[in-house]
């Protein structure tokens, strides 16, 4: 038993498995239980199904049972998250250069709408470039009748790409651009290839990996991976099957190696879960202060690489933050400090890029982080109309936000920017009411802070008013603190002051109304 523990723990092969001498070019089979080591709820020297004891990942013993128990404070929460998030690589290190093979659909339900196979190979090709190291080195766009059948194309093209691939031995994988593999197409294609082939999936859940920076945003890329996982374990148990010979039991646990690395994910991803929903919790409290504090809340969304981040830098003059040209350089959900021409101060929220065809898994994974949208006052979406397919990526944004139950009301006062114009010589909007911007160059952005104050004020309930109050009372220091100011005009014979123009809610009104009558 301690040698099959320490086998697994090694990621070593079982004297089972049929250790041959396969073609250098031949797909290596994933190690036997990548699930089991992806998953350090046990640790190295600890297994499923045993009662013994063993070091943890900091060097502490602990006992068989005792990560059941609900952390007793936010050091053991922190802990436990971050051995959530101790997992195996999801693509090869080091340098690739990629064939890029885009199935092109022409007729059928499976049809892109909207778009063209030169616009998809060309986002497909920014993805791969967004990996450091990745370069696509040769593309084709092979048609297809059959997307959804095993080998995705037909016989006769599926032999054409064949021999193209196995002509070409400078590449080192194969991208297919489709969002997702079944286990059987992905094992039948890297056997006729002799190369690794990856997914839409595969690739932008790394990219998101990678960009992770907060513990929320890493452990929704973990939860994320979980169906990759319950993939990869199906195809590793079919392969050992293949393979024969050896028991497919835990010694004394009555359980199948299948059964109990299904447990580990199953327990792994409940874990994952009650994590965010911890953190979910923080966020939620600190959106329960906004709202104390009344400050009005604008989310920015649009397609990844629009200029969001470059937006909200110009809009705030914030130096901290730094707009990267990449695709999904944010997964953060950040708020910035601005002030409108009236001085009133906003909260600009940076939010996660959109994609089309953005995997299913990964919209549902970001969902609770997207939940700040929809408690936003209003919606800033930002195109960039330099893009060819700027109508497209207009409407996988528009798809994208609907798929969030977002109120009715917000996605009817959304304001629509549109930037970038400094890339289109005499651009002029057609939609009616969307603002021209460069976030580059700084051009129309007085005009766009004027139409975000006027919308702020609809969608909030502020008013504009000119109120007269006593230099000797309190209410004037009141006014500053619970509205924005701005101007004062003095009348000193009169011993008051002319408050010209505040923006203040309704709420905070009535209470200085109540506290100042008369």
Known sequence: MWALRVAVRQRLRLPWVNCGHPNPRAVQPLPPWPALAAFSRWGP????????????ADGRLSQAGKDEEEPEDADEEEEEEEELLRRDPLLPAGTQRVFLVHPDVKWGPGKPQMTTATWQVAEATALVHTLDGWSVVQTMVMSTKTPTK???????????????IRGCPEITSVFLNVERMAAPT???????????????????????????????AR????????????????????????QGGGSRYIMGSGESFMQVQQRVLREKEAKIRRALERLRGKRRLLCRQ?????????????????????????????????????????????????????????????????????????IESFSATLEDVAHSDLILHVRDVSHPETERQKASVLSSLR?????????????EVHNKVDLVPGYSPTEPHA???????????????????????????RQLLTLRVHLAGAQLSWLHREATVQQVAVIPEEGVAEVQVIIISKSAYGKFRKLFPG
């Open 45 to 56: 020297g600890k297994f499923p199904g045993s009662g013994a004891r063993g070091p943890r």
């Open 150 to 164: 095993k080998l995705i194309f037909g016989k006769g093209n599926f032999e054409q790409l064949t021999e193209t």
């Open 186 to 216: 992905k094992k039948e294609l890297e056997a006729a290839w002799g190369l690794e082939v990856f997914d839409r999936f595969t690739i932008v859940l790394h990219i998101f990996r990678c960009h992770a920076r907060t513990r929320e």
């Open 219 to 242: 452990l929704q890329v973990a939860l994320a991976e979980i169906p990759l996982l319950r993939s990869n374990l199906r195809n590793n148990i079919a392969h050992q099957d293949h």
């Open 290 to 362: 906004r709202t104390r504090r009344e400050f009005p809340v604008v989310s920015v969304v649009g397609y990844t690489n629009c200029g969001k981040t470059t937006l909200i830098k110009a809009l705030t003059g914030d130096v901290a933050v730094q707009p990267r040209d990449q695709l999904f350089a944010t997964l953060d959900i950040t708020a910035h400090a601005g002030s409108l021409p009236s001085h009133m101060t906003v909260l600009y929220m940076d939010t996660i890029g959109f994609l089309s065809e953005l995997p299913h898994g990964l």
């Open 403 to 415: 798929s969030l139950n977002l109120p009715g009301p917000l996605l009817d006062t959304m304001v």
């Open 435 to 461: 603002v021209a911007i460069s976030a580059l160059l700084g051009s129309g952005l007085q005009q766009l802070k004027a139409d975000l104050e006027d919308a702020v004020l609809r969608a909030t309930g």
